[in-house]
């Protein structure tokens, strides 16, 4: 690729523009929903805590994670539904033809709307999230003397939620693109289906590559009954067939790696398809 | 500048266009006429890359619009009949969108803005259809686009803002500058576009500057209906008949658009014959 296609696909001066546009067009949404949301984490956290001083919690008592929960809703739900929102302005009367035709490649355009519900919204949640900890907690322990806990934003457990959320993000996404109407319920709507779907598949694999342990009819004592199907596991638990040194150990941790795999590569797949969908989306 | 060949396009029930031919150059404010439905909003939304032809090509700039390039955006403005602005005020919304057309003129928005009397002290989502369409219209004037796509500009617009946007407009366009304008206000719009394309039935059934068409044809107001032969097109109005003759003074004459209009789209084979070869 030359320097000039390169430069028709992405430029920064373009791509920077495009983002304070998109950050100018959603800031008032975004203010109001955090402000929001700090007000309902202050107020739960507060009742936390009045209820831990009124239970005879002695003064300095620090108690739990109760922010990664809030976290965790934040970032899933939240950013599901401000992804869902990425492309709303494509399909509404008017604005499709204005962002549509906004001097900008559709990479570009692309790119700007990953970046802010990817990377950006979880950055955002973890900043958010970690100064509205601080006060609610320093809140708590003034004025109730007990609280429970500062929000880490660098616990394995936060960390691996954003990757989650980045990978989850990414059907949302799609979502958006796909439909134009209600792009967040259709979109769960298409997940439940596809893990239906999914299920359904990884049940007759397992039927057919766990054929010889399987008897049709009735099983002896001892053996897992799945429907009319019976698990003939020779006396043994089922779990006992996948831990490390079984029979069925390399098959479950091959089942395993390949599923992980299959579940980050939908990302890509996903933003792929979004790129795609928004370069022929007509209005 | 524009270059549509053998294209086709249809909705899911209908067939618009049906190997569709127009040919677009610099330096002219062509006026889009046809009935409801003929297609120009979506003729505008296909050179704009916003619909995407069946079958054919179609080419502005050199470039292909259904791949949306950002070097065509950058000279591409379209002020549709759908007008959407967000909830900015006019100088931010400026800062933000200006800076993406290289050739923006800040000054000539600014006075474009005052002509068209416009408060600059309110959130543009604030604004009247009017206003905001005036907003728009400055804004994509001053782009200065080579291409300036304008979907029923005049609608909305109250009579001395029409005689403003006939001014801006005239002033505007530059000669390597093409302004395509898809209107049924004929009226607002004479001794402004130029040349005359009509779309009817998903084909451009005439497409004459104006001197051509003036220097061949003439129409009048005449009280009497007239039965002669010279008649190429009559029809009844307040006043008298509006008629469509054959100019054979030699001289340009003044075009009455919608007189014109009426008789190209009811079928006028005579009218296509004065241009034969001209038309497409």
Same mark, same amino acid.
């Given at each position: 690729m030359n320097a000039k296609a390169l430069s028709e696909l992405f430029s920064m001066r373009r791509f920077g523009r495009l983002l304070m546009r998109d950050l100018a067009f959603g800031y008032r949404g975004l203010l109001i929903a955090m402000a929001a949301v700090a007000g309902g984490v202050i107020v739960v956290s507060a009742i936390g805590a009045l209820g831990m001083s009124a239970g005879g919690a002695g003064v300095g008592t620090v108690r739990g994670d109760a922010y990664f929960g809030f976290f965790q809703n934040l970032l899933f739900l939240g950013g599901f539904i401000a992804t869902s929102l990425a492309f709303r302005e494509v399909w509404q009367n008017g604005s499709g033809i204005a962002y549509l035709t906004l001097p900008g490649s559709v990479f570009e355009k692309f790119a700007v709307k990953l970046l802010v519900t990817s990377v950006g919204f979880a950055a955002g949640t973890l900043v958010f999230m970690s100064a509205t900890a601080a006060a609610s907690e320093a809140l708590d322990r003034l004025v109730f003397g007990v609280g429970h806990g500062f929000f880490n934003p660098f616990t394995p457990a936060v960390l691996q939620a954003v990757a989650r959320y980045l990978v989850l993000q990414s059907f949302f996404l799609l979502g958006s693109i796909w439909f134009r109407k209600l792009a967040f319920v259709r979109t769960v709507l298409w997940i439940v289906l596809f893990g239906a779907a999914l299920a359904v598949v990884s049940a007759i694999a397992l039927r057919i590559g766990l054929s010889h342990h399987l008897a049709s009819g009735g099983g002896r004592m001892g053996s897992l009954r799945l429907g009319g199907w019976a698990f003939d596991l020779n006396g043994t638990g089922l779990q006992d067939l996948f831990t490390p040194g079984a029979r069925g150990y390399s098959g479950a941790m091959a089942f395993k790696v390949a599923a992980e795999a299959l579940f980050i590569a939908l990302a890509p797949a996903s933003w792929a398809a979004a790129y795609f969908r928004l370069g022929e989306a007509e209005v | 500048m524009v270059e549509i060949r053998n294209m086709s396009f249809g909705y899911k029930r209908?067939? @618009?266009?049906?190997?569709? $031919?127009? /040919?677009? *150059? +610099?330096?002219? %404010?062509? &006026?889009?006429?046809?009935?409801? #439905?003929?297609?120009? /909003? /979506?003729?505008?939304? %296909? %050179?704009? #890359?916003?619909?995407? =032809? *069946? $079958? &054919?090509?179609?080419?502005? @700039?050199?470039?292909? +619009?259904?791949?949306? +390039?950002? =070097?065509l955006l950058e000279e591409l403005c379209f002020i549709a009949e759908e007008l959407y602005v967000p909830a900015l005020m006019p100088a931010v919304f400026e800062s933000l969108h200006a800076p993406l057309y290289p050739r923006f003129d800040h000054e000539a928005f600014h006075a474009f803005l005052s002509e068209f009397e416009l408060a600059t002290d309110k959130k543009l989502s604030e604004l009247s259809y009017g206003q905001k369409k005036k907003f728009l219209i400055a804004f994509g004037l001053a782009s200065r686009c080579r291409l300036l796509l304008m979907d029923e500009p005049t609608n909305g617009l109250d009579i001395p803002s029409k005689s403003q946007f006939r001014r801006l407009l005239a002033r505007a366009g530059g000669t390597d500058q093409s302004i395509l304008v898809s209107t049924h206000q004929v009226r607002d719009m004479e001794n402004l576009i130029d040349p005359i394309i009509i779309l009817d039935e998903g084909r451009i059934i005439f497409n004459q500057p104006l001197r051509e068409v003036g220097t061949r044809l003439r129409t009048a107001i005449e009280s009497a209906e007239p039965t002669d032969e010279g008649a190429l097109y009559v029809e009844k109005t307040l006043g008298g008949y509006a008629v469509l003759r054959q100019n054979d003074g030699g001289d340009e004459t003044h075009i009455d658009l919608e007189t014109l209009f009426n008789a190209v789209t009811a079928g006028g084979g005579r009218v296509h014959a004065l241009f034969a070869g001209g038309v497409k």
């Open positions: - | 209908k067939k @618009l266009f049906n190997g569709l $031919e127009l /040919t677009l *150059q +610099p330096g002219n %404010i062509y &006026g889009l006429l046809g009935k409801n #439905g003929a297609g120009k /909003t /979506t003729l505008l939304k %296909i %050179i704009s #890359g916003l619909r995407l =032809a *069946q $079958e &054919g090509s179609c080419s502005v @700039l050199g470039l292909d +619009p259904a791949r949306r +390039p950002a =070097a």
